[in-house]
């Protein structure tokens, strides 16, 4: 081990505030324009989700379940990992899961279908 007063030296050098407030603020105009794409594309998702609730004539007092399922489908359609038969069984467990938690399996399809574009699992 080296000297341990040089190691706190470095330590403090190396976690300078100033240094690490100018590197967060060099890297902030791009932090903010990914989470304005994110919250845009969110945003987009939760209108199509409550446009296909009305379609189907759902409650209002069951649009935030739905919007739940619809933002637990959207963050595993983020994924950058899962795709083919592998997203379309994860988006039946979620639908097994909202179902469970009472609400209609045909509504949530079609959130699945038309605002994701995901199929059903084959058999």
Do not use: C
């Not at 994110?38 to 007092?61: D, P, R």
């Not at 997203?87 to 399809?109: E, F, I, N, Q, Y």
């Amino acid at each position: 081990m080296s000297d341990p007063v040089k190691r706190v030296q470095s330590w403090a050098v190396k976690y300078n505030t100033e240094r690490v407030k100018a590197t967060i603020d060099d890297l902030r105009p791009a932090m903010t324009e990914r989470y304005q794409a994110a919250v845009a594309q969110l945003y987009a998702m939760e209108m199509k989700v409550k446009e296909t609730l009305n379609a189907h004539g759902v409650s209002t007092i069951l649009i935030v379940p739905y919007l739940n399922y619809g933002r637990q489908l959207y963050k595993l359609s983020r994924q950058q990992f899962i795709s083919g038969e592998t997203m379309r069984l994860a988006a039946k467990v979620l639908l097994d899961k909202w179902t469970a938690r009472g609400l209609d399996p045909a509504v949530l399809s079609a959130i699945r279908a038309e605002v994701f574009d995901i199929a059903a699992p084959t058999p």
